[in-house]
Nanobody, 125 residues
């Protein structure tokens, strides 16, 4: 069974940085796209970033473009989200997701079969 475990969230001041990690386990991964989503209280889950299996192609929401960087280390079955220049509006639960056998990942939540439990990011002003 596929499991995804996020880590790295926390409380940071505006302008600061955090690095989120998502460790995947439970199968031999190949051609699996992965992504990050976030959800604030009372709001829908929204796309943040996605990355192809090879890591060659990455996609970002306009709201984070230029500040966040998604990457992955397939040898470690781990995906990362480097978040710089954090703003209070970035505060949310951050969730990693995996799409089996889909090398070019979706920007929609329904394009993913597996989800982590989430890690909270809070940015103070």
């Amino acid at each position: 069974q596929v499991q995804l475990v996020e880590s790295g969230g926390g409380l940071v001041q505006a302008g600061g940085s955090l690095r989120l990690s998502c460790k995947a386990s439970g199968r031999t991964f190949s051609s699996d796209g992965m992504g990050w989503f976030r959800q604030a209280p009372g709001k829908e889950r929204e796309f943040v970033a996605a990355i192809t299996w090879s890591g060659r192609w990455t996609y970002y929401a306009d709201s984070v473009k230029g500040r966040f960087t998604i990457s992955r280390d397939n040898a470690k079955n781990t995906m990362y989200l480097q978040m710089n220049g954090l703003k209070p509006e970035d505060s949310a639960g951050y969730y990693c997701a995996l799409s089996l056998g889909v090398s070019d990942p979706s920007q929609r939540p329904d394009g993913y079969e597996y989800w982590g439990q989430g890690t909270q990011v809070t940015v103070s002003s």
